[in-house]
């Protein structure tokens, strides 16, 4: 048992050195950005930054008094220690210590659970998972019949709005972190969250939960806007499309037809009324295209019609690369006009 | 040391029936110290090396001892690891840089389903149970584990099963729906990955499953005598804590992917909202088995810092009692956490709330582990020695997983980070916190345990600063990247939302990692053959493994020692030395049969010599066929299969006729020190007797998981049971209860009259018996097929016939082993005095008429009160 | 095969497993509950009764841990001896410190229903 008291061998690497400068170069990296659950954009968002903010502190506190003991005891001071000290080291540090600030953490959590998920007064947005897109219907209090859009959601700022969450094959999860948690859409179950956006602004959300082999490319744009903008922007999007105007667009408008486009999408006003895919009455006012992966241009709409498969894996669209360039610019023209 | 012996009361056994232990126990100082003739000790060498010795030549492959098997099983555990490491390096490539198209979209989801699955069940559970295969009979002082040939079963079943698992990537076909295989995505996939999972993982299942119930046994019953549960070395409480949760986490998945595979193969709709089934069931399932599977996984690691904590900080562990608590705690709490992997499904907050509170309630457990560990260095005199550097690196990590592991137990803020990175980066930490690193450091412990060599020093500080910079180089970030909206299992990313810079620095880290990994690998595979032989115990260890002879001659234990304390090797002077001698237990092997010693499950006062199985081809041709059984269905293949399943069965009868509770040539022996022990004994005292009521246990809980299931479609779907619904048959349900019950009671009381002597009674009613048994089971088939139940038209039919599937299966098990009882009356392998196989059978009825029972009520009763 | 209280590892871990018994029943009737009941403050009250007695029945067997464990007598904690005494006192200690964790298990377990009112 005796045993020479030998010295740690030199570090071939120095991780003291290292890992300070991968701290400070994470810290200048910041924390903003369209997806951001630490740059919110919304109360539920806010107080779970802020949550964040405090629980980081306490795990870096907790994390250097446990290492720092343990580094001590085992290399800069190997002498024993009490055995009463080390048997009240087991008590407060693993029993006393954890369950109350535990139960403190737990109190503030369960009481902030009923209020980001309170209902939402005057709005109710339904949106449904597809492969890989979203449905957006909005449904103002009092109204009949929805409002249909796609891949885009626009809320009004300072109101908890109802969000109500369906999925049409697999689970898809509904999540834009500038405004809060997520919630995961489940084939045959409705569920449901609210979400109350504080600043105006455009964010990104993205599916969360693995949905198939484009899961990566689902996508959508958020838009909050002051209340009077979006009362204005929901009457005009539910409003049928405008009539093209240019004779390229008139052109577009003509292939959009000759190729059946309306057998799986509708353009509210026109005959084209498909439920598969996304409603394209206002296309051209979104602020991204297909599902949030490419930005709303001309360019890019011939990029996506010309071959679906190459910019999104196994996305249901066929590829229209029979179409010459002339065709698929008119048509991109077409629908860059439904604003 | 005081002697101990004054303290206790020593009584002479008397000879109450013949398969009571006779003689003298414990042993008393004076016996202890009589010399051993050296002639004697030479021949009894010789006879122990004999019946110990591998099988030479090719036969080599049909071994069956723990110390070959669990070096199989770790180096196969540790390669299925590389593979999944490798797919990992990939992964981490196609996302350095956004917008990548190094992988394709199906190859990336292919490559992370088979990177999780692969870890979790080719490397993290089965390298515990090698782990503990090749160690915990040492650990106890045992000649080997209580059923070598059921090892050997589960290892080559493991192998079969991971290579094919495995090698589905290679082909294109691999799953590809996550590890977790949430339906509707899974069960509606096209192409044989989904079965390739089922089927393959189940496999692997049965196979984790055995060695669990060969763990438990070997802990509770195989035992040194003298070492009371409080003396037991912590390893072995953390294994039977690890045992008992396979038990109860494995069975709800085997559950569900009895489900899912229905729905696969013969579109019964458990999992289909068009036709009353809900996907949610299978997420309940599957996380039952897998919160409580990253403890399985972390427990045991932690086991082997507990056994190298004493040894480097030279004293016993601290808090001792502490440790135990915090294990059992954990094992019990471990499963209320399930649902925090489900916070987002929607369901109510109160319910939300449970799961968010066990959540935090485990970390205390957990804690006090660490803080135990903790308080051991304080209190010891620290040499940091190379395993030591791997433990205090695993604190480091584990430490900041279980603090973000805190973080997000509290519902709300898992609403934003989960299915991110931060996950990620969570998970990674406790697995390599809590796992890679205590396993590493108990791989550079453990070698010259079971090579007799050392690894090199030098190589594994480079290792250890490589694997541990590279690893927060990886993980660390990650943190950040899930908090800026970075979802998992993305196979691109676009480049303008701040996650390139963070991504780039994470693939740069697992290449460090690799590096890291590599020099250990290469450590570990190098030869060693010009190196010399370590000294005995190079470590100071306290505990019975050093207690093994350099070179190891095989046997393990050359004498199971009487054991007072925790750490015999620092506390019972002349133990090493007496051991050796053949002073002790089952010193020698006359009858030239390979033997362990079973003690009482709770003070270990010796019970039994056990006859325990030696080489064998049958558990080799078992596995294939069995193999066979799972792989042919995954190809729709179900002829082939059938045949296999059958030739399985019969493999598993040959090797149980031909080497299990065989009549012994005399009923008792001497097994040393003065004590007589019976070579025989049936029912709670025989570790067979004890492997059939764990394995019930599991089964059992599976069967819950059934019924679970129903109830869960009764509170989650309004239409179950549907309106105008067909119910089964009550009558034929009654009277499939009525003969099950008769069946059940036949074998009870077969058991009663064949001790008693009545051979010929006992004949008859266990002629009987499978007769009642199969007039039950058809009965219960024609109360859901006679009103006409059709299973792919809806859950509820569909539930109301897997349940009836589900109890046909076992009572053909049931059967079978009355039969096996019969045919072993006939043929003189069960007589009334040796009746071990009966009471097994009589055991098994037990669980299953109550199986049977539930079953009737819940198709016959409950649906019309529903 | 349960044996006598005092060497039986079955009762030593009869506190968590009254905590899991109260965890499956807050849970089950919970899901009951709010899928097919009127009102969710019959959850809250069933999670208020079950708590309370889960506590109760913790406490006998703490309260009987701890006279199994005697610390008392000796001020003994480490039981590291080969004695039955050893064994007996190791497995009240054991016992004991379950009982607390649990307790502690339930208490948190039942939290959520002072805090959350509805279903949602």
């Known amino acids: 048992m005796a045993g020479s008291r030998r010295r740690a061998g030199r570090d071939p690497l120095n991780v003291g050195r290292v890992l300070p400068a991968v701290l400070i170069a994470i810290l200048l990296g910041g924390c903003s950005g369209v997806q951001s659950v630490l740059d919110p954009a919304g109360r539920d968002a806010e107080v779970l930054a802020r949550l964040f903010w405090w629980m980081l502190g306490g795990a870096v506190i907790l994390w250097v008094l446990m290492n720092g003991l343990l580094v001590y005891v085992s290399r800069i001071d190997t002498r024993p220690l009490s055995a009463r000290a080390a048997e009240w080291l087991i008590i407060g540090g693993g029993i006393v210590f954890p369950t109350v600030v535990l139960a403190g953490l737990l109190s503030f ?85 609210s979400l109350e956006p504080t600043r105006a602004g455009e964010f990104r959300g993205q599916c969360a939960e693995f949905c198939g082999e484009s899961h990566a490319l689902m996508a959508l744009g958020a838009v909050v806007m ?86 999104k894996p196994g996305a249901m669209m066929p590829g229209y690369d029979h179409l010459s360039d002339d065709d698929l610019s008119a048509l991109a023209a077409y629908l860059e006009g439904l604003t | 040391m005081t002697d101990i012996t004054q303290s206790m009361s020593r009584r002479v056994l008397e ?116 782990i503990s295969i090749l160690l915990l009979p040492a650990f106890l002082g045992a000649r080997d584990m209580p059923f070598p040939r059921l090892s050997a079963y589960g290892y080559w079943s493991f192998l079969i099963g991971g290579i094919f698992v495995l090698s589905s990537v290679l082909f294109g076909i691999a799953p590809d729906s996550g590890w977790f295989m949430y339906p509707p995505l899974a069960t509606e996939s096209e192409g044989p990955g989904s079965d390739i999972w089922l089927l393959g993982l189940s496999f692997i299942e049965v196979a984790s499953i055995a060695a669990a119930v060969e763990l438990i046994v070997g802990v509770i019953k195989c035992r040194p005598p003298g070492m009371r549960i409080n003396l037991m070395p912590l390893y072995a409480w953390y294994v039977l804590v690890v045992g008992g949760m396979i038990l109860f986490a494995f069975p709800p998945l085997i559950a569900g992917d009895f489900l899912f595979e229905m729905q696969r193969s013969f579109d019964w709709p458990f999992f289909d909202p068009e036709r009353g089934g809900d996907p949610l069931l299978w997420q309940h399932l599957f996380w039952i088995f897998g919160h409580p599977e990253v403890y399985i996984i972390f427990l045991p690691s932690i086991a082997i810092a507990a056994m190298v904590i004493p040894t480097a900080a030279r004293r016993p562990i601290m808090g001792y009692n502490w440790i135990v608590l915090s294990a059992v705690g954990t094992g019990f709490l471990s499963f209320g956490l399930w649902v925090h992997h489900m916070f987002t499904t929607g369901l109510p907050s109160l319910s939300l709330g449970f799961f968010s509170a066990a959540s935090e309630a485990v970390v205390i457990p957990t804690g006090v582990q660490i803080f135990a560990f903790v308080a051991t260095l304080m209190v010891g005199r620290v040499r940091m020695i190379q395993p030591m550097l791997w433990i205090a690196g695993a604190v480091a990590i584990f430490t900041a997983g279980g603090l973000t592991g805190i973080m997000i137990a509290l519902a709300p803020f898992d609403w934003q980070v989960h299915d991110t990175y931060f996950i990620v980066a969570h998970l990674h930490y406790t697995l390599f916190g809590g796992m890679i690193f205590p396993i590493i450091g108990g791989v550079y412990y453990f070698y010259p345990f079971f090579a007799k060599k050392k690894m090199s020093d030098r190589l594994g500080r480079w290792s250890f ?108 002077p002349k133990l090493l030395e007496r051991m050796d001698a053949g002073r002790f237990y089952i010193p020698d092997a006359p009858e030239g049969l390979r033997e362990t010693i079973v003690t009482s499950a709770v003070d270990a006062v010796p019970q039994h010599v056990a006859r325990i199985t030696g080489p064998a081809w049958c558990t080799i041709w078992a596995a294939v066929f069995t193999g066979g059984a799972f792989i042919f269905p995954t190809f729709h293949m179900y002829p082939p299969a059938i045949v ?76 179950f049971p549907p309106e105008n619904a067909v ?83 076992h009572v053909g098990a049931g059967v079978i082993m009355q039969g096996y009882c019969l045919a072993g009356s006939i043929f003189g392998k069960l007589t009334p005095r040796y009746d071990a196989d009966l009471w097994n059978t009589t055991l098994f009825w037990h669980f299953l008429v109550v199986t049977c029972l539930i079953t009737a009520a819940m198709i016959g009763i409950l649906p019309r009160m529903l | 095969m349960l044996g006598p209280r005092e060497s039986s590892l079955w009762h030593m871990i009869s506190a968590p497993t009254i905590w899991a018994l109260h965890f499956c029943v807050v849970y089950g009737w919970t899901a009951s509950v709010c899928a097919r009941g009127p009102d969710p403050a019959a959850a809250r009250l069933g999670i208020g009764i079950a708590t309370a007695v889960a506590l109760l029945g913790i406490a006998v067997v703490g309260w009987r841990a701890w006279r199994q464990w005697d610390y008392l007598d000796d001020y003994d904690y480490e039981h590291d001896g080969p004695s039955v005494e050893d064994r007996r006192e190791f497995l009240g200690h054991a016992g004991w410190l379950l009982a607390i964790v649990s307790a502690i298990g339930v208490i948190f377990v039942g939290m959520p229903a002072l805090f959350i009112e509805t279903c949602l």
Not at chain 2, 103 to 122: E, K, R
Not at chain 2, 499 to 508: A, E, H, Q, Y
Not at chain 2, 776 to 789: C, F
Request: a negative charge; proline letters at 8%.
């Open chain 2, 15 to 130: 000879n109450a029936d013949d398969a009571r232990p006779e003689g003298i126990y414990p042993p008393t100082e004076e016996m202890l110290d009589e010399p051993v003739d050296p002639e004697l000790r030479k021949a009894q060498e010789e006879r122990l090396r004999a019946v110990w010795a591998e099988p030479p030549g090719w036969r080599y492959w049909s071994a069956v001892n723990n110390s070959e098997v669990g070096a199989w099983y770790s180096l196969t555990a540790f390669a299925f690891m590389l593979a999944a490491g490798l797919l990992a390096l990939l992964m981490r490539v196609q996302l350095a840089v956004p917008e990548n198209d190094f992988l394709s979209a199906d190859t990336f989801n292919q490559f992370f389903t088979m990177h999780g699955s692969a870890m979790m069940f080719l490397f993290a559970v089965p390298m515990f149970e090698a």
């Open chain 1, 226 to 311: 002051d209340e009077d903008a979006f009362a204005a922007w929901l009457e005009k999007e539910a409003a049928p499309a405008v009539p093209p105007e240019s004779d390229a667009a008139r052109r577009g408008q003509a292939v959009f037809n000759a190729e059946g486009c309306g057998a799986c999408h509708a353009v509210r006003g026109t005959a084209a009324s498909g439920r598969v895919g996304p409603d394209l009455t206002h296309v051209g006012g979104r602020v991204s295209l297909a599902a949030g992966i490419l930005p709303m241009t001309a360019e890019a709409l011939m990029r996506w019609i010309r071959d679906p498969e190459a910019i």
């Open chain 2, 465 to 572: 600063w490589l694997t541990f910079t590279g690893f927060n180089l990886c993980f660390l970030p990650m943190h950040l990247t899930g908090l800026k909206g970075m979802p998992r299992r993305v196979f691109t990313y676009p480049g303008d939302i701040g996650w390139d810079w963070l991504n780039m620095v994470s693939t740069i880290g697992a290449f460090v990692v690799a590096s890291g990994i590599l020099v250990f690998a290469y450590d570990l595979l190098r030869p060693k053959s010009r190196q010399p032989l370590t000294e005995r115990n190079p470590w100071g260890g306290g505990t019975l493994e050093w207690a093994h002879d350099i070179p190891d001659p095989g046997w393990g234990s050359r004498s199971v020692p009487y054991i007072t304390s925790r750490y015999p090797l620092w506390d019972q």
């Open chain 2, 644 to 719: 296999c399943g059958i030739l399985a069965i019969a493999c598993v009868i040959y090797w149980l006729w031909t080497s299990t509770a065989l009549v012994p040539e005399k009923p008792m022996k001497d097994a040393g020190l003065g004590l007589r022990l019976p070579t025989y004994v049936s029912g709670p005292r025989a570790p067979g007797w004890w492997g059939v009521f764990i394995t019930m246990l599991g089964d059992a809980t599976a069967f819950a998981s059934l019924i679970f299931g129903v109830f869960f479609y009764w509170t989650a779907r309004p239409d």
């Open chain 2, 727 to 809: 119910h089964a048959d009550p009558a034929f349900a009654g009277l499939a209860a009525a003969a099950f019950a008769a069946s059940w009671a036949a074998t009870r009381i077969a058991r009663g009259v064949n001790r008693s002597g009545n051979v010929l009674t006992a004949r008859l009613l266990l002629g009987a018996a499978p007769l009642l048994g199969i007039a039950g089971a058809t009965a219960l088939v024609l109360a859901v097929w006679w009103p006409g139940l059709e299973p792919a038209t809806h859950v509820y039919p569909a539930m109301m016939w897997a349940l009836v599937v589900w109890t046909c299966a």
């Open chain 1, 109 to 193: 959590a369960l009481s902030e659970m009923p209020e980001q998920r309170a209902p939402g007064s005057g709005l109710t947005v339904s949106v449904t998972g597809e492969s890989w897109w979203w449905r957006v219907e909005y449904l103002p209090d009092g109204a009949e019949t929805p409002v249909v859009s796609a891949n885009e959601i626009r809320l009004p700022v300072g109101r908890r709005s109802e969000i109500t969450l369906n999925a049409h094959r697999v689970i898809h999860s509904f999540w834009i972190p500038a405004l809060g948690g997520k919630t995961d859409m489940i084939p045959g179950r409705e569920t449901r969250m």
